[in-house]
């Protein structure tokens, strides 16, 4: 049953990934069709909602609340806390640099819809297995 569950969790988290050129034309706010890191440094600060310079669980939870289940948001949360190298609770201002390290495989410090697709799996492949250790602890 858990087996069952965590795939049809699964199936969200991907369905959310099938809409990431949405979300990354959300992110792109000048629209050049590439992410820099001060784009993703606003996205990091819009999820902030207190202002501390850091983000939440509750905060993090806040941002997806309509768009996503509760286990797979607090998969993605896990696994940027993770990528943050404190496992503290939150969410620091290291996170959207280790997700251009990740992602702007190239180097020219952006990210490329093309990066974006061939990299995200990695950050995804990471959030399921973040999601699958939340149902079978």
């Known amino acids: 049953m858990k087996t069952f569950i965590f795939c049809l969790l699964l199936a969200a988290v991907y369905g959310e990934n099938s809409n990431s050129d949405d979300y990354f034309s ?3 706010l000048d629209g050049d069709g590439a ?3 001060d784009e993703l440094q606003a996205d990091f600060n ?3 909602i207190n202002g501390d ?3 939440s669980l509750s905060e993090h939870i806040s941002s997806f609340a309509s768009s996503m ?5 607090m998969g993605i949360f896990i696994y940027y806390d993770k990528l943050d ?4 609770g939150v969410l620091d201002q290291s996170v ?3 997700v251009m390290k990740m992602m702007d495989s190239n180097g020219d410090g952006e990210i490329s ?3 974006n697709e061939r990299n995200g799996l990695k950050i995804w492949n990471g959030v399921a297995k973040q999601t699958k250790s939340l149902l079978n602890p």
């Open 53 to 55: 310079g850091y983000v």
């Open 35 to 37: 992410l820099q890191q």
């Open 96 to 98: 959207p640099f280790s």
């Open 113 to 115: 819809r093309e990066e």
């Open 69 to 73: 289940p509760l286990v797979p948001n």
């Open 85 to 88: 190298g404190n496992e503290d």
């Open 46 to 48: 819009k999820k902030d």
């Open 26 to 28: 959300i992110i792109d």
